[in-house]
């Protein structure tokens, strides 16, 4: 079956870091491949999104691209603010079958000013 | 519209009790899915309607959990029997009918606790 496995957390950065969240899927097919971005006391969020191989997925200075020979899709931003602290979560979705999303557990990221 | 909307947000009841939670998608989306996500995971995958049907049941946890959307607008996801292990937090989804890269906007669930 589908997986995703994401870096556990918490992940403590101070302001202006860089950042890289890993993520690697296994799927039978062709997956599209997202992360979602979850705010305290708010719900899930896109953040960015990438449906072939070696697109780049892009929005708010994340960035990540789709590799298909490493299964991979880490996270990445270059300088961290303390608006980013929230969990953000890789997913992937597979056509063909059942229409949900397949999700890792998770990492919190913590940035400190 | 301000998004996709559940209620309630919290709702704690005794084991063996049956509980219903409800959604309500944007309006314009006729895909609508159910997810339970609980402490320390992603969300997991329940079940999701295409308009009025249901369109894959076979990932909800056990019979005792059903779900509905009668008109093709807002659905109900219903435990039955409830037990401990059903504490969670279950989310509601809803995009329009599309490819693999169509958007889905999540509410801010409903957190049972079994008590």
């Known amino acids: 079956g589908n997986s995703v496995t994401q870096m556990e957390g918490p992940v403590t950065l101070s302001e202006e870091a860089f950042l890289t969240i890993n993520c690697t899927y296994t799927a039978t097919g062709y997956p599209s491949l997202f992360w979602y971005v979850q705010y305290p006391g708010e719900g899930l969020q896109l953040l960015l999104k990438?449906?072939?191989?070696?697109d780049k997925g892009s929005n708010k200075g994340f960035e990540a691209t789709y590799r298909k020979e490493t299964t991979s899709f880490h996270l990445e931003k270059g300088s961290v603010q303390v608006s980013d602290s929230a969990v953000y979560f890789c997913?992937?979705?597979?056509?063909?079958?059942?229409?949900?999303?397949?999700f890792g557990k998770g990492t919190h990221l913590i940035i400190q000013p | 519209d301000t998004g996709v909307s559940q209620d309630p947000r919290h709702k704690i009841t005794k084991r063996g009790q049956n509980v219903t939670f409800r959604c309500d998608p944007i309006?314009?989306?006729?895909?609508l899915y159910w997810y339970r996500q609980t402490l320390g995971q992603g969300p997991e995958f329940l079940t999701y309607?295409?308009?009025?049907?249901?369109?894959?049941k076979s990932r909800l946890l056990s019979d005792r959990f059903s779900a509905e959307r009668p008109k093709g607008s807002f659905s109900t996801l219903e435990i039955q029997r409830t037990e401990q292990g059903d504490s969670a937090m279950y989310l509601c989804?809803?995009?329009?009918?599309?490819?693999?890269?169509?958007?889905?906007?999540f509410g801010q669930g409903t957190r049972l606790t079994v008590v």
């Open positions: 990438a449906t072939k191989a070696d």
């Open positions: 989804a809803s995009s329009v009918t599309g490819g693999m890269n169509t958007e889905a906007f």
């Open positions: 309607f295409q308009n009025e049907a249901q369109l894959e």
């Open positions: 997913a992937l979705k597979e056509g063909g079958g059942a229409d949900g999303l397949t």
């Open positions: 309006s314009e989306h006729n895909r």
